[in-house]
């Protein structure tokens, strides 16, 4: 999809796309002639211009006929809030409507060009297809919209989308390809190779680490989850430096578990095969840092990919299992269906001992208890510091990515106490995303600021958002770049 920005309206066939908030009509003006009989239509159909609502018509041009698709972008909704809603809606409606141009026109309406921009951006976002396997398309399923002009944004619109908005959109894109392959064409071996070739030329330097390495560096825990799969683990480093070499770089940490059976303790056969979304945490952690390297962000990030399949087979990790974690710490494996937060528990400590960063962030499709507590409207947030859950919080807001603050506390921790080892790998049935939030806390050292992200309701949608169509929506990517950009690079 082609996004361009413009100060008037070309000329040629193309569907023209005019935002109306509330009953507010006076983008109708661009009509000329045909304003009364479209005012006329929205009435005939009640049209109040609620967001994200939709009239169609057409209209007679100097003897052509021409679509128009009036959009509601809300009574007293922001322009800022409107925006993104605006693109995408426009996007869904004309991809494979036959039209193979589009013109957004906002002239007159308010919107700056940062604005403009970001109507941009939803309109890239919610036009991503991965066409890859579908090789018998019907004619009337195949997308014909191939470019979008946005009109009446200001002379900075068209830099301002390029510069802020266009890596944002390479980010998610990235995210969405890995989440949505197969487990077949993406496990560990082929996220590492996928992302390096996504990446090249963006500045961002990259480390792998191999089982050997791995094993060397004592990931029992890590390792443990992979030794039932013939795939490879792989532990990938992304590493920005945007602030220079100097002070603590700020930590991404993802949940990478390309494919999930439950092991051992394997899960029901119905809805399975969703489980290779289980490297979601991972797959916004690379499209995060592919975000901040192509914008050139000013800030020292490194990224951590933990990446393993967790299958059942002769040499897989058994329930009552104990393996010794990276910092020595030793795990009692009740529920091998409890594999991420292992994952994660060695990933922490090797980010911390090797890059010492001053704050980390995990995210993880961690636990089905999340979805019990706020089902696939937010991400769970835990966090040891105040101030940095604000912070996320507030960007998650901003981006779109929201997030709820759980708790944490003394009594749950006393929970994953293990008779035999330092902790087990599950708690109680009650409380279970926050037991397994205080697992993951153990493995934080004093005076980090952590915070555990828990996306298991977010990664992938079974129904269309304003920005995304149904299945990967690239949850955590505006997360972090929000976040890097509100606190990071101020």
């Not at 698709?69 to 809606?89: F, I, P, R, Y």
């Not at 952690?285 to 087979?313: H, S």
Request: charged share 25%.
């Amino acid at each position: 999809m082609k996004i361009r920005f413009a100060e008037s309206r070309p000329k040629g066939d193309y569907a023209l796309v005019l935002p109306v908030a509330g009953k507010d009509r006076k983008a109708l003006s661009a009509l000329g002639p045909s304003q009364k009989a479209v005012a006329a239509g929205l009435d005939r159909q009640r049209f109040e211009g609620e967001a994200a609502s939709v009239s169609e018509q057409f209209i007679d041009e100097n003897g052509a006929t021409r679509r128009v698709l009036v959009v509601g972008t809300g009574a007293g909704a922001s322009v800022g809030d409107s925006a993104e809603k605006l693109g995408g809606t426009a996007a869904a409606r004309l991809q494979t409507s036959g039209e193979k141009s589009a013109v957004i026109d906002l002239t007159g309406l308010g919107y700056d060009a940062d604005a403009a921009a970001q109507v941009g951006l939803g309109t890239a976002l919610r036009s991503w297809r991965y066409d890859r396997y579908r090789t018998k398309l019907k004619d009337n399923q195949k997308p014909t919209l191939n470019e979008v002009v946005i009109v009446g944004g200001g002379s900075g619109a068209g830099k301002r989308y390029e510069q802020r908005w266009a890596p944002v959109v390479g980010g998610v894109s990235l995210t969405r390809e890995l989440v949505t392959e197969p487990a077949n064409i993406i496990y560990p071996e082929s996220f590492v190779e996928r992302v390096q070739e996504s990446i090249k030329g963006s500045g961002l330097e990259v480390d792998v680490l191999d089982r050997a390495a791995m094993h060397k560096l004592g990931m029992g825990a890590l390792l443990g989850v992979a030794q039932g799969s013939a795939r490879q683990p792989r532990l990938l480093v992304l590493k920005w430096n945007g602030a220079g070499k100097s002070g603590q770089p700020t930590a991404f940490v993802g949940k990478g578990v390309t494919f999930d059976t439950g092991g051992i303790s394997i899960k029901p056969a119905a809805g399975m095969e969703a489980m290779k979304w289980d490297m979601g945490g991972a797959g916004a952690v690379a499209g995060a840092l592919k975000t901040l390297a192509l914008r050139k962000a000013k800030a020292n990030i490194v990224g951590i990919c933990g990446l393993v399949e967790n299958m059942p087979g002769g040499n897989a990790q058994r329930p009552g299992d104990v393996v010794t974690t990276m910092s020595g710490q030793t795990v009692e494996v009740i529920n091998t269906d409890a594999e991420g937060r292992l994952v994660l528990a060695d990933a922490v400590t090797y980010v911390q001992r090797k890059f010492k960063p001053s704050t980390i962030v995990d995210l993880a499709t961690l636990t089905g208890a999340i979805l019990i507590s706020l089902g696939h409207e937010w991400a769970g947030l835990f966090s040891n510091n105040d101030d940095l859950a604000a912070k996320l919080q507030k960007a998650g807001e901003e981006s779109g990515d929201k997030l709820w603050r759980m708790p944490l506390g003394e009594p749950f921790d006393r929970l994953i106490d293990s008779p035999i080892a330092d902790m087990k790998n599950v708690g109680p049935r009650e409380g279970g995303s926050i037991t397994a939030a205080q697992f993951i806390q153990r493995f934080v050292e004093n005076g980090v600021k952590w915070a555990h992200v828990d996306m298991a309701g977010k990664a992938w949608s079974d129904k269309a958002g304003s920005t995304y169509e149904k299945g990967a929506t690239g949850f955590g990517v505006r997360l972090l770049d929000n976040y890097v950009a509100d606190v990071l690079e101020r």
